[in-house]
């Protein structure tokens, strides 16, 4: 069982920049494959961008290149999100997720386990 606990986001202002973070239980956190995802009011969930397992390989979403980026810090079980450049249009409640097995990291369903999500408001 992992569990992953989310922490940051809150309310900034167009142009501003916020940093998530998640952080891992369990002892082979180098082994998951570790993503962000967001999902606004009356949208699907979105998948931001995925860090690999194996060499810290990133693919990012063309909704976020350029203005966000993932990290990972093995030694602490900590993936984080950097925000910068925000726009309205990135309000929405943000998850990390894991993927244990190896799944195809550009897919929902290869995820099994879930942050808690946090709100991100982003006022024009």
């Known amino acids: 069982q992992v569990q992953l606990v989310q922490s940051g986001g809150g309310l900034v202002q167009a142009g501003g920049s916020l940093r998530l973070s998640c952080t891992a239980s369990g002892r082979t956190f180098s082994t998951y494959t570790m993503a962000w995802f967001r999902q606004a009011p009356g949208k699907d969930r979105e998948l931001l961008v995925s860090?690999?397992?194996?060499?810290?390989?990133?693919d990012y979403a063309d909704s976020v290149k350029g203005r966000f980026t993932i990290s990972r810090d093995n030694a602490k079980n900590l993936v984080s999100l950097q925000m910068n450049s925000l726009k309205p249009e990135d309000t929405a409640v943000y998850y990390c997720a894991a993927s244990t097995y190896s799944g195809n990291p550009s897919r929902e369903y290869s995820y099994n386990y879930w942050g808690q999500g946090t709100q991100v408001t982003v006022s024009s």
């Open positions: 860090i690999s397992r194996i060499d810290s390989t990133t």
